[in-house]
């Protein structure tokens, strides 16, 4: 058995329409309830589901903990309402349901048109296009109890055909090929390693991952002049020389899915880049 969380703020706040909120929630989610099945935050609210833990109110408690630093970070002192008791999801069956519920979230809401566009949802690791949770289709497969092999493909099909997005179910993303000669725009490549690891696209100033993800998803695609990759990122043309040389980072799969595909480097709609 499983159990549905959903936490609302208290009207008008919407504490994840900011990113640096919504990208810090995430985080620290994910490091919270590592267990977590399905999850999303939406401007006002998120939803959770956790596995049910017998006569024990430990995520309950990592709950309250986790809405705590949301608004000590916020500086609100009156920020959430009360945490509803879970609904209960009590069959494998129902699991899938509310699974998809959650992914659709936002597309019921209008807030966009396709699952695979928002930012805040485990449905982008399921899917394959973040660097984090890297097995969630393979974990998620295995609690539904379904065949691994292309769960994605066959899950994308099943949340997609929604009536919410279309009937007859969107096309599952395809990942960009590394040429010769780029096709794609370096401002995509940078919202495609941006996306990967849901970080705003200034970050490649800083030194981190993204800008290592960047400059190794650029040279991948046709884009290999040092001095211009040296430029976006605010180093020397040497540095982009000392970075190619590392081994290729982890996520490049994730960016190159999100680079060939624009609904997985969609901007955030409200965010500030």
């Not at 129902?94 to 699974?99: A, D, S």
């Not at 211009?228 to 190159?256: D, F, M, W």
């Amino acid at each position: 058995m499983w159990k549905h969380w959903v936490v609302r703020s208290c009207t008008p706040q919407e504490p994840f329409l900011e990113f640096g909120c919504a990208r810090w929630t995430w985080t620290r989610l994910g490091k919270v309830f590592p267990e977590m099945v399905a999850a999303v935050l939406m401007p006002n609210h998120l939803h959770l589901i956790l596995p049910k833990k017998e006569e024990d109110d430990t995520d309950f408690r990592k709950l309250s903990g986790l809405l705590g630093g949301i608004s000590k970070r916020s500086k609100l002192r009156k920020l959430w309402q009360s945490i509803p008791a879970p609904a209960d999801v009590p069959d494998k069956f129902h699991l899938r349901r509310q699974v998809r519920y959650v992914a659709l979230n936002p597309c019921r809401k209008g807030l966009c048109a396709d699952p695979l566009e928002w930012y805040w949802s485990t449905y982008r690791e399921v899917i394959g296009a973040s660097v984090e949770r890297c097995e969630s289709a393979v974990k998620l497969a295995c609690v539904l109890g379904e065949p691994s092999k292309k769960f994605e493909v066959r899950f994308h099909g099943y949340v997609s055909a929604d009536p919410s997005v279309r009937v007859a179910g969107t096309e599952f993303p395809t990942p960009a090929v590394s040429k010769i000669w780029s096709e794609e725009s370096i401002g995509e490549i940078l919202a495609a390693s941006a996306g990967a690891l849901r970080v705003p696209p200034a970050d490649v100033k800083k030194q981190g991952s993204l800008r290592t993800l960047f400059i190794h998803l650029a040279c991948r695609h046709g884009w290999r002049q040092p001095i211009l990759l040296s430029r976006i990122c605010g180093i020397t043309p040497r540095a982009v020389h000392y970075v190619l040389n590392q081994p290729v980072p982890k996520g490049i799969e994730a960016a190159e899915l999100c680079l060939g595909d624009r609904r997985l480097r969609r901007e955030w709609p409200f965010s500030h880049f």
